[in-house]
């Protein structure tokens, strides 16, 4: 009996694989390279243990990414501002019903009976209890039991890869328990990134000093000077109402919106805000954005000085005062003071889609909710949050910090956003061509201090958001004069992409720079080809800024300036469109790129953009990768704007 159970069994087994195999060959899925730290094999599995196994299945149509989002966004289209509904991006990238019929065949003649198999209510996954033998059978490889001196239970996980069929691979994007030591420790301690530094991860994204990018203050200032004589001393919004043409009162306030992403434990001072609205926007005295918790998101006030209220502060008495006493601003406070969160926290909760996208959230990079190390106990904030028009972050991490799969999984996101007329913007980061901290790139990918080739920035390299660098009014210039890139305190990072192709949009304006303007350096520096993301694509002041820190005012330097402020431009004119019954802008690029918008920006033709011991690249006429396509004029761009359907 037993045995003819077995033969049936394994005859089922042969026929199966000569099934899979005669139409698909067996390829590696996924592999590592080796166990992360502190784990270690200590036995087998046990062949009858269960596992709940969990089949990610590929979205389709990310390969029409491009194309979908230049339908909504290019001018010239004839669906131009004709953005998706967040129904329609759920179901364009739902897994097909041929993927799904694909897995659920191969499970079945693999002898995992169809009652075995559920499907998420979301599409995008495919689960089945199964033991250890069959889940090895499956993925032809070999579970073993780990442990960890710092985690409470066992983990099991496969040997270095598994296996699929070829035609089963492409519809899968992942499978758990595989090769992801994804078990929570009880107490996470920082991950160490190629550079030997904690990483840009959940944990340490608004932490002064870690991963993510920080504006710098000089200390406070003596004075404080009034008018627009001094904005090559001090920028001050009416500096900023000068230079950009900037002179607007918001229409429909109560159609439009506009946040700023702040990641706890950086949090803003109430009385700060006031001191700065009593300068200069008396009749915002008193008022507050309107915060939006994300996953334990609050406004702590145990730690203060400048490296935990500089940002918010700088953020959010920019925006604030620049869009005006009648549009609100919206303040997401994401993370709480434990675990803190990550770029995908804050997606997570502006889309529900996002939640589980291609696998969900990285665990080592990721904030966990509720927090398993006893912080925010809440459940994960997923599709809570619906999305304003325009939303500026001013963090970010280096490329190298993260693996190609994280940063594409997460630039797919931005693009939704986009679809959905979300305009995205993130600042480049501070440090000219190299990354956080002066960190250049051996040729092994290492990072390190005097290594040689250029680091450039993530999210900026992600071709679908919109990145922010930084100019300076020059000493004893003045705000009618041309701004340089800028070169005090800070440089405007830029370049060119190692992990990002470029998109449609830029390419001509990028030939015109390599065609005309070759940068000195050696093709292994950067990516000289042409054919790489390049980044920033736009830019605003980011030097002598006056912010009001813990009662004082102090300068601030960096792109964390410059975000903001165009965030408030682009807010106006997303208010005159919709005031005359148009849509948003949602992802500006590919129309910022056209001639005709290109000769709405103030073309940044000096400075540059110093790191890894070169000089950087230097502003050019047209666009470059210092200061992107240059500084708005707002009055033409809310014209250009208007212009179109
Ligand atoms: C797997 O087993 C667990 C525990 O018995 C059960 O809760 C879960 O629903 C099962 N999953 C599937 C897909 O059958
Ligand atoms: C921080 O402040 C909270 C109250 O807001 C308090 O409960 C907590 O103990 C404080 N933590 C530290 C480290 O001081
Ligand atoms: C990468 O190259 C640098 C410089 O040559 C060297 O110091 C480092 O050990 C190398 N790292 C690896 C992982 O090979
Ligand atoms: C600016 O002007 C002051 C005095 O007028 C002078 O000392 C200084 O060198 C000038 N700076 C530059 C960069 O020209
Ligand atoms: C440059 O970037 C493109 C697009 O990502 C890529 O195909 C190419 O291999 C890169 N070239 C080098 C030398 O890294
Ligand atoms: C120049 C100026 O108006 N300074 C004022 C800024 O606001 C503080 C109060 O918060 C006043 O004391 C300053 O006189």
Redesign the pocket.
């Known amino acids: 009996m037993l045995s003819a159970a077995r033969l049936a069994v394994t005859l089922v087994l042969c026929l199966s694989v000569a099934n899979v195999s005669a139409s698909s060959s067996r390829v590696v899925h996924e592999s590592r390279s080796g166990i992360p730290s502190g784990w270690v094999p200590v036995r087998r599995a046990e062949a009858n243990s269960v596992l709940p196994l969990r089949i990610g299945l590929a979205q389709p149509n990310l390969e029409n990414m491009e194309a979908y989002i230049m339908d909504v966004s290019h001018p010239e289209s004839p669906n131009f501002g004709k953005h998706w509904s967040p129904a329609k991006v759920a179901h364009i990238f739902r897994p097909t019903e041929v993927a799904m019929d694909t897995v659920r065949k191969w499970l079945f003649e693999s002898g995992i009976e169809e009652h075995r198999v559920k499907l998420s209510p979301s599409g995008g996954w495919m689960l089945a209890n199964v033991t250890v033998e069959e889940a090895e059978q499956l993925l032809g490889t070999e579970y073993y039991v780990y442990q960890h001196d710092e985690a409470e239970t066992e983990h099991i996980a496969c040997a270095d890869r598994y296996h699929l069929p070829e035609d089963v691979s492409k519809h899968v994007e992942i499978i758990t328990p595989t090769l992801h030591f994804d078990l929570k420790l009880k107490r996470r301690a920082p991950t160490l990134n190629?550079r030997n530094q904690p990483s840009g991860s959940a944990r340490l994204v608004g932490q002064p000093g870690f991963g993510p990018s920080f504006p710098k203050t000089t200390g406070s200032a003596e004075k404080l000077f009034t008018g627009i004589a001094d904005c090559d001393e001090q920028i001050t919004p009416d500096c900023l109402r000068a230079l950009y043409d900037f002179d607007y009162d918001p229409l429909v306030p109560e159609k439009n919106s506009i946040a700023i992403v702040e990641y706890t434990p950086q949090a803003y001072v109430p009385s700060d805000l006031d001191m700065f609205f009593a300068n200069f926007s008396k009749g915002q005295v008193g008022e507050r954005p309107d915060m939006v918790s994300i996953d334990g998101g609050f406004i702590q006030s145990n730690q203060t000085g400048f490296d935990y209220n500089g940002e918010s502060n700088l953020d959010l008495e920019y925006s604030m005062t620049l869009v005006g006493p009648k549009q609100t601003v919206t303040l997401y406070q994401t993370g709480d003071d434990v675990e803190g969160a990550s770029f995908n926290n804050l997606l997570d909760a502006l889309d529900a889609s996002y939640c589980t996208f291609e696998g969900g959230d990285d665990p080592s990079e990721d904030g966990i909710y509720p927090d398993p190390y006893g912080g925010y106990q809440g459940p994960e904030a997923c599709g809570t949050v619906k999305p304003a028009y325009v939303i500026s972050t001013s963090y970010s991490s280096n490329e190298a910090d993260m693996t190609p799969f994280y940063m594409e999984r997460q630039c797919a996101e931005y693009a939704k956003l986009g679809l959905m007329g979300i305009t995205f913007l993130y600042s480049s980061g501070d440090f000219g061509v190299a990354g956080y901290d002066n960190y250049c790139l051996?040729?092994?990918?290492?990072q390190?201090i005097g290594?040689p080739i250029f680091n450039p920035t993530f999210p900026s390299t992600c071709p679908y958001v919109t990145s922010v660098g930084a100019t300076q009014v020059n000493p004893n210039s003045t705000v009618w004069e041309p701004e340089s890139a800028a070169d005090q305190v800070i440089y405007s990072s830029g370049g060119f992409s190692n992990v990002f192709p470029i998109p449609e949009y830029q390419k001509s304006a990028v030939e015109n720079y390599l065609a005309k303007y070759p940068p000195p350096y050696p093709s292994y520096i950067y990516n000289s080809t042409g054919n790489s993301r390049a980044f920033p694509d736009l830019s605003a002041n980011g030097v002598n800024y006056m912010i009001t820190v813990q009662g004082e005012w102090v300068y601030v330097y960096g792109t964390s300036c410059s975000s903001p402020v165009t965030a408030a431009m682009l807010s106006a004119v997303n208010d005159a469109r919709l005031a005359v019954g148009k849509s948003t802008i949602g992802f500006i690029n590919p129309t910022i790129y056209t001639p005709t918008f290109m000769a709405a920006f103030h073309d940044i033709t000096t400075g540059s953009n110093p790191g890894c011991d070169t000089e950087g690249f230097y502003a050019q006429p047209g666009w470059d990768p210092v200061t992107g396509v240059g500084t708005p004029n707002f009055a033409k761009l809310r014209d250009e704007w208007l212009a179109l359907p």
Not at 442 to 446: A, H, S
């Open positions: 190629k051996e040729p092994n990918g290492t390190a290594a």
